[in-house]
């Protein structure tokens, strides 16, 4: 790779251990993907955040770069933790909660903003065209698809590399060569419901490989109905955008292939895992809720109670709850938790007895089992 002057003396050290680091893994991983250069990013999004999916080796690494000086160059965002302020914390062993808390407090003290969440783009929305280096697959996809923004699906290292460092190798979907479709997709038939969209996202990424479809059909769809797709549709392959119709000079691919509605229904049929009637946990927000999804939450439990013998959690960020009072209250009220910073698939839901959860997350439903 061409390193400038300063990327070179980075390299060599002499800004310290922790940027030598940081500049090492990013100048790695693009000889590994053929990158000439690094790029500047806009902002970073960290994943591996979650004690219970990080555990101690790593959680050692962020202390060792945390007290070395490293510093974010760029606006930094984490995903979800494994804790949330109150609820989680009352329920869960206190040990946990300390593993927990010392890895927020490296992260912060490198300069990262204690987001804890999946959705950043709510929090700012990414320019259009702009570079990122984010980890989290639902965000990507998302990034790419509906915000057009430009970034790699970055696991946690190499996101945490490009927030220190500010860079980004430029290889992938940083280069629009690489961000072509040539695979057509039309829906026989409009999808309805969330789940329906989560399901098509199942069924394409599985079939997909890393081909970069255009999507026909989707007009009635939702940025959040696109947000269950995009996260699906990352969880059961590789892709990391798609393209949905209206969009101009997308349609002369040669590839072209028909889903019907009999294909998202056995999808949906393979999703449903459980053996026990009942769930445990009813968990809504997987990606992060948005306030609109809060608001139909609110209105659709009406005046409805939770049942004793179950839970019912709604996921989000601090900042989409900090704006929906209303609905956190009305949801709340009836006996919901609405837990933000964290989500079911990242805390120990095994802990708190959950043997079986119901979900409209086709994410959830796909990687919960295992
Ligand atoms: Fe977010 Fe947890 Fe789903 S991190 S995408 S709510 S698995």
Redesign the pocket.
């Known amino acids: 790779m061409y390193l400038t002057k300063e990327e070179e003396r980075i390299y060599d050290g002499e800004f310290g251990w922790a940027n030598q680091i940081c500049m090492r893994i990013l100048v790695r991983l693009g000889e590994l993907f053929g990158a000439t250069e690094l790029i500047p990013i806009s902002s970073a999004h960290a994943s591996g955040v979650s004690y219970k999916t990080l555990g101690d080796a790593p959680s050692d690494f962020l202390e060792a770069l945390a007290s070395s000086g490293a510093k974010t160059k760029v606006k930094a965002t984490l ?2 933790q494994s804790f949330d302020a109150t609820y989680l914390r009352k329920k869960l062993p206190r040990e946990l909660f300390e593993k927990q808390s010392s890895i927020m407090k490296y992260f912060q003290k490198m300069g990262f903003d204690p987001s804890f969440t ?1 959705t950043p783009y709510y929090l700012e929305k990414p320019k259009k065209n702009s570079h990122l280096a984010w980890a ?1 697959s ?1 965000a990507v996809v998302y990034a790419n698809s509906v915000e057009k923004a430009w970034t790699n699906r970055e696991g946690g290292p190499s996101a945490l590399a490009a927030a220190v460092i500010g860079k980004t190798p430029n290889y992938g979907m940083h280069q629009i060569e690489n961000r072509q479709p040539s695979i057509m997709i039309k829906l026989k038939k409009p999808l309805l419901r969330d789940v329906e969209f989560g399901a098509l996202g199942i069924f394409l990424g599985k079939m997909l490989g890393e081909k970069i479809p255009v999507i026909q059909g989707l007009g009635n769809a939702s940025a959040d109905d696109l947000k269950q797709l995009g ?1 699906a549709l990352a969880s059961s392959g590789m892709v990391n955008m798609f393209y949905f119709e209206d969009e101009p000079a997308k349609s002369d691919v040669a590839e072209k292939i028909t889903v019907e509605a009999k294909d998202i229904q056995r999808t949906i049929e393979t999703l449903t895992t459980a053996q026990i009637a009942k769930p445990d946990l009813v968990f809504l ?4 809720c948005s306030l609109n999804e809060l608001r139909q939450i609110a209105s659709l439990i009406g005046n409805r109670k939770v049942r004793n013998d179950m839970e019912f959690w709604v ?1 989000t960020s601090c900042y989409v709850k900090s704006k929906a009072k209303k609905y956190v209250e009305k949801i709340e009220n009836c006996g919901g938790h609405v837990l933000t910073d964290t ?1 079911a ?2 805390t120990w839901t095994d802990k708190l007895g959950i043997k079986s959860v119901m979900t409209n ?1 086709a ?2 439903a796909h ?1 919960a089992p295992t």
């Open positions: 995903n979800p999946c989290e639902s996260a927000g997987c990606p992060h996921c989500c698939v990242v997350s994410k959830t990687y």
